[in-house]
């Protein structure tokens, strides 16, 4: 089925691809796309496509790459040859998922329907760079993706739709992002059937109550602080799954952790937090603040993610040997 409204799609990652994939599926003309420049990436750091840029190409969709679309930024002349450049491109709405580039309120008035930005969480909650990491690390009980008409604020713009889902006590941000690019997909397809249908789309604004900001995820994150509570770091765990993973530092050799679950019962006895308590094929568990850890999968540096059971195969792990405890974080902590 082919329509006649226009859409500008920008957006960089997979997440982003689904919904472009969506869009032009369903028949819906999209007459550019914008993505960030190409990056250098993997082991050899070759330049390598957004994962939106490659479905552009290989659909025969016209694309851009600017820098940056500020004309009082950095990339002034290339700004400016961008938005000429949407100036010069009929359409009718621009939908915008993770593009990772601001949006000046000059571009956002180009399109005639706006800018529709499929975002992450469920709104007011959890705008800004991680919402799906933060949702998990935070122990939301459910989360979502909220259509909503952009403004110049970060993620403020009033809502035009959602749809929920449930965070499972086994979702990682890699399966919890799977299944929201999906969400995603459809409601903005959805959406553009409505808004070209009935010329409009009904939004509602963002309540001021309930906002929280979710940190764009760092690095020096990744240290399991054995000092927390078990359940806590197994929400860590799954919420660093794919990146940057959940780290603890045995006699001085990093360990990437990549699936644990909080147990309640710790053997009698003096345990420290960090303490390894109980060795199987099962798992390794590892006493924390409050209860333990049971560490089911793990990664040598330069090696490969391992079950327990391989992993125990090629590197012995004791009881009492001890999780080093790091140094208090600096820095942004994430307001929930």
Wanted: glycine share 10%.
């Amino acid at each position: 089925m082919s329509h006649s409204l226009r859409v500008v799609f920008a957006g960089t990652p997979e997440f982003a691809a689904a919904a472009l994939a969506a869009i032009h599926e369903a028949g819906f003309a999209v007459p550019l796309v914008l993505t960030q420049p190409d990056r250098p990436a993997g082991r050899g750091m070759k330049m390598q496509a957004s994962p939106v840029k490659r479905y552009a190409t290989e659909h025969g969709l016209a694309v851009a790459q600017p820098p940056s679309l500020r004309r009082n930024g950095k990339f002034p002349a290339e700004a400016a040859a961008a938005i000429d450049q949407l100036r010069a491109t009929p359409h009718d709405v621009m939908v915008v998922a993770a593009y990772g580039l601001l949006l000046p309120q000059e571009v956002l008035d180009i399109a005639p329907h706006g800018c529709i930005n499929i975002h992450a969480s469920l709104l007011p909650r959890w705008r800004g760079a991680a919402p799906i990491h933060r949702a998990i690390e935070a122990g939301d009980a459910e989360t979502g993706i909220t259509l909503m008409q952009m403004d110049a604020g970060l993620d403020t713009g009033a809502m035009i739709r959602e749809a929920r889902t449930t965070i499972t006590p086994v979702d990682t941000t890699a399966t919890l992002h799977d299944r929201l690019a999906q969400l995603g997909a459809q409601l903005i397809v959805g959406a553009l059937v409505d808004l070209e249908r009935d010329g409009r789309l009904p939004t509602i604004p963002q309540p001021a109550e309930g906002a929280t900001y979710a940190e764009k995820i760092g690095k020096h994150e990744a240290a399991l602080d054995w000092r927390r509570p078990a359940a806590a770091l197994a929400r860590q765990v799954r919420a660093f799954d794919p990146f940057p993973g959940g780290v603890g530092t045995l006699d001085g050799t990093p360990l990437k952790i990549w699936a644990a679950e909080p147990v309640d019962a710790l053997p009698r006895g003096h345990t420290q937090p960090g303490q390894i308590v109980d060795v199987s094929a099962e798992g390794v568990v590892v006493a924390c603040g409050e209860g333990a850890l049971r560490i089911t999968q793990l990664q040598k540096p330069g090696g490969k993610r391992l079950s327990v059971r391989e992993f125990l195969a090629g590197s012995p792990l004791v009881t009492d040997q001890r999780f080093a405890l790091p140094e208090p974080a600096v820095g942004p902590v994430s307001k929930a």
